[in-house]
């Protein structure tokens, strides 16, 4: 079965990796079908019913950068004709029930169609009411919606993400404020990055008020935060406790991390960084350096670590012997790229030896 995700837009590739990264946490059967302008959508195999469920809870919960997920209907040109055509054709069943009301809207995404949305929407509702369902514009059953991108994506809305959680949750609103930091969406789709599940233990060393702490802690996981400045150690352990989450703080040095080798199921930190950067002392290459090398030693075989910098950290985490999957740029403002390296550790053979 097809399934789409109406993608926010806010990174060209992250928020494609993100849904990617939910659906092999749930341990979902997927491949890639189609990925458009903010549009994904993949084939799941497996019982439907099971697979709806996990896309509507735990999939839903967990994602940032997502707007809708819907269960596709069909995939066609974006011309009207196209899409009136689907329309016409496609069977129903599956989709809507006898004595179900029904509603369609249209979302176009940028430049890529010339004509109105409220257009289709009616043209495409004309469609679905010959066939016998009444419209309802205010409390449907059944929430129909076309994706207007390169191509046409036409489905039924399974769930939405409650994106206004995490405009609830942004730096300000917080106990303790610090400027700076990762905003709420950003924390969580790094925090799902790094394929933490619920009671796995996650670890920033670099941790500061605990923005990336409290969104893995929010999804179930157990924090563990590490600051070398007392201050912000104390700002954490209050909007730790806001949420009631499930974290263990530490004052101390990133590049002697008090934890015992192979504990730590993941990791996504924010070092320091930039000219106005303020570090105890070295330079941030050393920095860079010696923490990439903890956070090799205190990983797990196979988990991931992500870390956000203004440069590539690529060469320090493979010198201390990190693979390198991928790499993302965000560009934050005109004098500001962040660069997000994601490395896993290599697991082991029986022989102990690293594949």
């Known amino acids: 079965m097809l399934y789409a995700f109406e993608l926010s837009g806010e990174h060209e590739e992250l928020p494609v990796a993100e849904v990617f990264a939910c659906l092999k946490i749930e341990g979902l059967d997927f491949r890639a079908h189609t990925i458009i302008d903010q549009c994904l959508v993949v084939e799941i195999t497996g019982k439907q019913e099971d697979v709806e469920k996990i896309l509507r809870g735990p999939i839903t919960d967990r994602l940032a950068m997502t707007h809708h997920i819907l269960k596709v209907v069909g995939i066609t040109e974006n011309t009207p004709d196209a899409i009136l055509n689907l329309a016409e054709a496609f069977d129903l069943s599956g989709y809507i029930k006898e004595g179900q009301s029904f509603v369609v809207r249209a979302k176009r995404i940028k430049h890529h169609v010339d004509f ?197 950290a690529a060469e320090y985490g493979e010198k201390a012997g990190l693979k390198v999957l991928k790499i993302y740029s965000q560009r934050v403002h005109r004098s500001l790229t962040r660069t997000i390296t994601v490395f896993q550790k290599e697991l082991k053979n029986e022989n102990g030896k690293r594949e």
């Open 116 to 312: 109105p949305g409220e257009f289709l929407e009616q043209k495409v509702g004309g469609c679905i009411y010959r066939k016998g369902f009444r419209a309802n514009l205010k409390t449907p059953d059944v929430e129909f919606r076309v994706i207007l991108s390169e191509k046409a994506v036409l489905g039924i809305l399974l769930s939405s993400i409650d994106r206004s959680a995490y405009e609830a949750r942004t730096p300000q609103n917080k106990p303790f404020f610090h400027p700076g930091v990762l905003m709420p969406r950003v924390a969580r789709a790094l925090a799902n990055l790094s394929g933490i599940k619920p009671g796995e233990l996650f670890l920033d060393l670099f941790c500061g008020t605990a923005g990336i702490l409290v969104e893995a802690g929010l999804m179930g996981a157990r924090v563990i935060g590490i600051d070398a400045q007392e201050k912000l150690v104390t700002g954490a352990h209050m909007n730790l406790e806001a949420f009631k989450l499930d974290y263990a703080l530490m004052e101390g040095d990133a590049c002697r991390v008090p934890l015992k080798e192979e504990t730590i199921n993941a990791v996504v930190t924010d070092p320091p960084y930039g000219r106005s950067a303020a570090i105890l002392g070295g330079s941030l290459e050393e920095l860079y350096s010696c923490a990439l090398s903890e956070i090799e030693r205190v990983l797990k075989p196979g988990g991931i670590a992500v870390v956000v910098s203004d440069k590539a």
